[in-house]
């Protein structure tokens, strides 16, 4: 079966009654990887939006509530759980192979019935920073693409995040010392010339987990380039943001994206 192929739906409760919420496992590969499919009730053609999250495993699995709250926003919401997690096959990697668990469910929102297979956006959190990214180098058709306190360098996360190691060199197969075409295969700051679409990044001054060093590079990349981009640094905030802020800012990334759809430009 083709990547993107849905081969099972599972309904799921939903905490919003204006949102559809379904367990959709999908071909990656040969692989059935699982991920959250939302969708609003009414009918009506939607832009896509595809979530990439952060962490690694049970740590940073995608939330119901903060998918509910971006298809609340007018959007068909896919976020992959990434292969290996949550009763999906095969094992995680680390932006690795699993960077087509991710373009894959792009092609999940390409043939929903809802989507408007034109203006599908690419969000990534955090890890998800650098998946988004490797999606929007690995496709043309991303309409615009947001990284939120995301990761760009995995060489800087490697150095910055001690407590990760042991992890990232079980998974990549060593140190950037070791193994470092296997770490630059894994960083996208490299192939910023293949990304077609806009970009915001969204990040936290003082964010200790993901340090704002990789808003930086990307944006120094983006400049460079003459690459349309939007970048919000946040003074005062970490990698999580207040509530109440949170709240604002998905209202106005959303905003922001719609405004790169090509409806908005008709």
């Not at 992890?167 to 950037?176: A, L």
């Not at 209202?251 to 430009?265: A, C, D, G, I, V």
């Amino acid at each position: 079966m083709l990547n993107g192929t849905v081969v099972s739906k599972q309904r799921f409760p939903s905490p919003n009654p204006h949102v559809l919420l379904h367990i959709v496992e999908y071909m990656v590969d040969g692989l059935r990887v699982k991920g959250l499919l939302a969708e609003p009730v009414a009918n009506g053609r939607y832009d896509g939006f595809l979530y990439l999250r952060g962490g690694i495993k049970s740590v940073g699995m995608v939330r119901v509530g903060r998918i509910v709250q971006f298809a609340s926003e007018g959007f068909v919401v896919m976020a992959p759980f990434y292969r290996g997690n949550q009763g999906g096959e095969g094992n995680e990697d680390f932006a690795g192979e699993d960077r087509y668990d991710a373009l894959s469910a792009l092609g999940v929102l390409e043939q929903h019935s809802k989507v408007d297979k034109d203006n599908i956006h690419v969000f990534g959190f955090s890890r998800g920073g650098v998946m988004a990214l490797l999606v929007a180098e690995l496709s043309d058709t991303v309409r615009s693409l947001v990284l939120w306190g995301g990761v760009t360098d995995m060489v800087l996360t490697y150095n910055e995040r001690k407590d990760l190691r042991r992890m990232m060199k079980r998974v990549i197969g060593g140190s950037p010392n070791k193994v470092p075409e296997a770490y630059k295969w894994r960083t996208p700051l490299y192939e910023v010339d293949q990304i077609s679409c806009p970009v915001l990044l969204i990040h936290g001054v003082h964010d200790e987990n993901v340090s704002v060093q990789h808003a930086y590079k990307l944006e120094e990349k983006l400049k460079k380039l003459n690459h349309t981009y939007e970048a919000w640094y946040f003074e005062g905030f970490t990698h999580y943001f207040p509530p109440r802020e949170n709240r604002r800012i998905v209202h106005s990334l959303t905003s922001w994206m719609k405004k790169h759809s090509s409806l908005s430009q008709v």
